[in-house]
């Protein structure tokens, strides 16, 4: 089954501990994004990647990292994790195609929804 | 700056008659528009889309207008079902400052009562 998966679902840690959410996907699929859910801002992108060792800076950068070292996964890291990242957490996927990632259906993960305390 | 606007955070819709979903952009670069549809506890999925090319894509229960001179989409579901109750998602595609975006807007809770 072609599907996008994050592990963990839920999560509560407190501030400052590192933590990662892991995303991996199985359709071969060149782009890999991921982006936070906040109510009444809607899905605002973190992170993204074009390809292998290739990624690069969303809307919301600050307070995260990403590493692309195979095309199946997209680990998000959060070094020192604090309050203010508490949200829902999705990763996507997609191929490039040919007009690029935009142009194409986005397959999402169930989502990681972590609270920061 | 929400270059991808949803003003309506809620809509309720009676089981059987229309839902009319808006979505307002900004950016005149933005050429093509995507609906996302989400249940709790799950990622969004795709639901139609439509190119700056047209005004109408038809999908189905589904059909989306595109308005490019008023900046202006929605997402019609005629008939409405109970199933159709999820969070709507309007997306919206282009170059922008010499990069492919793709920006969401708000959402859209949408409850279909029986």
């Known amino acids: 089954e072609a599907q996008v998966t994050q592990n963990p679902r839920y999560l509560i840690t407190v501030t400052g501990k590192k933590l990662t959410v892991t995303c991996s996907q199985n359709?071969?699929?060149?782009?890999m994004s991921w982006y936070r859910q906040d109510p009444g801002l809607g899905l605002r992108q973190i992170y993204y990647s074009m390809n292998v060792e290739v990624t690069d800076k969303g809307d919301v950068p600050e307070g995260y990292k990403v590493s692309r070292k195979e095309k199946r996964n997209f680990p998000l890291i959060l070094e020192s994790p604090s309050p203010n990242q508490t949200s829902l957490y999705f990763c996507?996927?997609?191929?490039?195609?040919?007009?690029?990632?935009?142009?194409?259906?986005?397959?999402f993960g169930p989502g990681t929804r972590l609270t920061v305390l | 700056d929400q270059q991808v606007k949803q003003n309506s955070p809620s809509l309720s819709v009676q089981e059987g008659r229309i839902s009319i979903l808006n979505c307002d952009y900004t950016n005149s670069m933005f050429d093509y528009f995507l609906w996302y549809k989400k249940y709790p506890a799950e990622g969004p999925t795709f639901l139609i889309s439509?190119?700056?090319?047209?005004d109408k894509n038809e999908d189905g229960r589904f059909t989306v207008f595109l308005n490019k001179s008023a900046k202006h989409l929605s997402l019609h579901i005629v008939p409405s079902q109970p199933g159709d109750s999820a969070v709507y998602f309007c997306a919206a595609s282009g170059p922008l400052g010499g990069a492919q975006k793709l920006v969401f807007g708000q959402g859209t809770r949408l409850t279909i009562n029986p």
């Open positions: 996507a996927s997609s191929p490039l195609g040919e007009r690029g990632f935009s142009y194409n259906e986005q397959f």
């Open positions: 359709m071969n699929h060149e782009y």
């Open positions: 439509i190119s700056s090319i047209k």
